[in-house]
């Protein structure tokens, strides 16, 4: 005994000196090439950043050693004075279902940083090029804003070709399919899933979750998703990437033949069941699985017939549980429960969950372990945790972040273009970048990202098909407008704003504070993201008319506030002038006032008073009469009923026209002819202009837009309109033939 005792002794004192040499040897080869630590070389880049990185990846390293050391000491002194068999180590035994790649989380601190801790070594190679496939249900407006900001943290750091599919709603569906489209980002593919078709799967199985139906979706994915795909990664919407995916998805290769889904530990003690008295969750296998981040072997799951066997653990639960409380979460673990061979514990790194009251801050040591962040609680960023402000920073770094930065293309992955790329490409090559209206031009053809219904909209249409949406649009500067437009306009509003990421989140706090704006659902705002040096004013306001869900359509601009009443007025007209049959533009007259605080007129009589006082003027009389002189303000004064007028060159009134009416014209951008434009192209498809007796609007005050002062300071910017105009009365004339004269012979009179 005393023997073997001294035989461990001098096992252990060789194995203390061995470690110490080979700390010093690590520190040596860190300080080689100018600080470059030639260990960790292989798995970071030769950047600054890089550098510090590696200089705390270092330090971190030469701690764990020296605990170690500490460790080895303390079991050397207590060798001395017994003959018991010595610890192997801090790590104890695998728990159930516990993966190569984990250890248990119930070790002491210095075994639970070597089981979070990342290390670029152990990573699973991920082939160059190889396209990973992603899953998310997505229901409603605000899933669908959530969803971007998810999107954003994984195209920041991905590597590889994706394919995201999304189970969606109609909603979801047309605001991500138009969201894609805009964004053009190389080497994405897309493809939704009408969650519809799904629900009768699912609708059976009570549910107090608050994701209501949807949170049962991905049970059904092995039928909704392709047969022929073999493996995705399911995503919550409230999560947030700080890693490339391509790392989450190296993970399939570390299943066993027998794993089927990859899952982390829940980190709070919800299915222990003591959170409250008489607190009785769904059976799971100790602290549970949280589904915030599944990885599933779709082909594997179809095999055991994933669809019959995830039903029978449903319908064997609910007949003592009654409903689920966690949606599909409850249903996974109780599978899992029966089945705990089938699951692949994943680090908890993978899926840090932040609602209240979790062990979320024992699966990180150091920034550089973080990889997922999950937004679980419904307090969202107002969650408790030590580290939420570092947190939260990242997640607003994502949801600020400029989207357009995010379309470049993989090195060493081209992609294959799709068609509207194409097309965008050859249009772009046939601009001649000498030309002095090239920026002009280059605008036109510029795709910008385009997120519908960025707030909740309900719109519930009219029976009698007269209803009639205001359409304008607007930029930052004119936010303090909405209320007000709110509080004289009942109906449905269309409303386009050309925002930058984090100008449409400063406009997204506005809206939520606003009593008048938070309870208004009739109003759509969709964000047209800002791209370029000029302002797309006419593509702006197209995104807000083809939006628009009515027969008819108002289209003013944001700085005019329509008289009370006015939304009925407009009703009743539309039917009087039969407009549903006929070809018509109502003209709604426009006034303005040099005052910021204005009593407003409550009728046209009041109007005509303030008119003759001084308080009010017709719109722009002092400034550009042909503007608006066509409307016929002396007539006006005394009309009782509608009245038609003839187009005159540069005639630009605020109308009233069906939905079908022709869009504006996008070659014009910035100031100058962006409705001149539009109004030519109403008359020469004939519409007639009748003028509305007792309609008003009126222009508020405001400062100077930034193109106006590039309009009235640059001669070239002049030019260049001049020559847009001259291209336009072309592209009329070869429209609609010898009618469009007119107009060609009006501009050379001027």
């Excluded at 203390?16 to 970071?44: D, F, H, K």
């Excluded at 601190?109 to 990573?123: F, G, I, L, Q």
């Excluded at 009010?616 to 550009?624: D, G, P």
């Amino acid at each position: 005994m005393h023997l073997l005792c001294r035989g461990r002794l001098k096992l252990l004192v060789a194995s203390l000196t061995a470690v110490v040499l080979l700390t010093w040897l690590y520190l040596l080869a860190g300080n080689l090439e100018n600080g470059r630590s030639l260990l960790l070389a292989p798995c970071l880049p030769d950047t600054p950043a890089a550098q510090v990185l590696e200089r705390a990846v270092l330090e971190s390293r030469v701690r764990e050693v020296e605990e170690e050391n500490r460790q080895i000491k303390l079991q050397l002194s207590q060798s001395q004075g017994t003959t018991g068999q010595l610890s192997e180590g801090n790590y104890g035994n695998q728990p159930w279902g516990a993966s190569a790649d984990t250890v248990p989380e119930d070790g002491d601190n210095t075994a639970e940083e070597k089981n979070n801790h990342t290390d670029c070594s152990r990573s699973p190679t991920v082939q160059k090029c190889e396209l990973i496939h992603v899953a998310c249900v997505c229901a409603g407006h605000n899933a669908s804003r959530d969803v971007v900001t998810l999107v954003k943290s994984v195209l920041f750091h991905r590597r590889n070709p994706l394919h995201f599919h999304f189970i969606t709603d109609t909603v979801a569906s047309r605001i991500l399919s138009s969201l894609f489209q805009s964004w053009m980002v190389p080497s994405v593919q897309v493809s939704f899933y009408d969650a519809e078709e799904l629900k009768s799967e699912v609708s059976w199985i009570p549910n107090k979750h608050y994701s209501g139906i949807y949170g049962l979706m991905k049970l059904t994915l092995t039928k909704a998703l392709p047969s022929d795909l073999a493996k995705v990664i399911v995503l919550d919407t409230d999560i947030t990437f700080a890693t490339d995916i391509a790392e989450l998805w190296g993970i399939f290769k570390k299943f066993t033949d027998k794993q089927v889904i990859g899952l982390v530990e829940n980190q709070s003690d919800w299915y222990l069941g003591n959170l409250w008295k008489n607190h009785r969750p769904w059976p799971a296998l100790g602290r549970g699985f949280n589904t915030g981040v599944i990885l599933l072997y779709l082909e594997r799951l179809r095999r055991i017939s994933w669809e019959q066997m995830w039903r029978l653990t449903a319908e064997r639960e609910l007949m003592s549980m009654l409903s689920t409380s966690l949606a599909d979460q409850d249903i996974f673990n109780a599978f899992i429960k029966q089945n705990p061979v089938l699951v692949h514990q994943l680090p908890c790194f993978w899926n840090v969950q932040l609602s209240d009251h979790t062990r979320s801050e024992q699966c990180y040591t150091e920034v550089s372990d973080l990889k997922v962040i999950h937004w679980n609680s419904p307090k969202k960023l107002r969650v408790k945790n030590k580290h939420v402000e570092f947190f939260r920073n990242l997640y607003l770094t994502f949801l600020e972040y400029d989207g357009n930065l995010l379309r470049r293309e993989l090195f060493g992955c081209p992609s294959q273009a799709s068609p509207d790329s194409v097309r965008l490409q050859a249009a772009l090559e046939e601009l001649d970048e000498d030309d002095q209206c090239y920026d002009f031009r280059r605008e036109r053809l510029t795709v910008h990202r385009v997120h519908l219904y960025f707030l909740q909209y309900e719109y519930t249409p009219s029976e009698d098909e007269t209803d009639v949406t205001l359409v304008a649009q607007l930029s930052m500067d004119r936010l303090q407008m909405l209320e007000a437009i709110c509080k004289h306009w009942e109906g449905p509003i269309s409303l386009a704003l050309y925002m930058s990421d984090a100008e449409a989140q400063q406009f997204l706090r506005y809206a939520q504070a606003s009593e008048v704006l938070k309870n208004r659902k009739n109003v759509g705002y969709h964000i047209v993201y800002k791209e370029g040096q000029f302002y797309p004013v006419n593509l702006v306001r197209n995104v807000a008319l083809k939006n628009a869900n009515t027969p008819y359509v108002f289209l003013t601009d944001v700085d005019f506030l329509p008289m009370y009443g006015l939304y009925d007025y407009l009703r009743k007209s539309i039917v009087q002038l039969d407009m549903a049959h006929t070809k018509k533009a109502l003209v709604v007259p426009a006034f303005e006032t040099l005052r910021y605080r204005l009593s407003f007129p409550k009728s046209k009589a009041e109007l005509l008073s303030m008119l003759d006082m001084g308080t009010l003027y017709t719109f722009r009389y002092h400034v550009w009469p042909k503007g608006h002189a066509p409307t016929n303000y002396a007539k006006w004064r005394t009309a009782t009923t509608p009245y038609k007028v003839e187009w005159e060159s540069d005639f630009e009134p605020y109308v009233v026209v069906r939905r079908d009416c022709p869009e504006y014209d996008q070659r014009f951008v910035g100031f100058g002819w962006n409705k001149v434009s539009h109004i030519m192209e109403l008359d020469a498809q004939e519409y007639d202009l009748m003028v509305l007796p007792n309609a008003f609007m009126i222009h508020m005050p405001h400062a100077p837009s930034f193109d106006i002062s590039k309009f009235r300071s640059s001669s070239s910017y002049r030019n260049c309109l001049n020559t847009l105009k001259d291209e336009f009365h072309q592209d009329l004339s070869r429209k609609y033939g010898a009618a469009a004269l007119k107009y060609l012979t009006a501009q050379r009179n001027i």
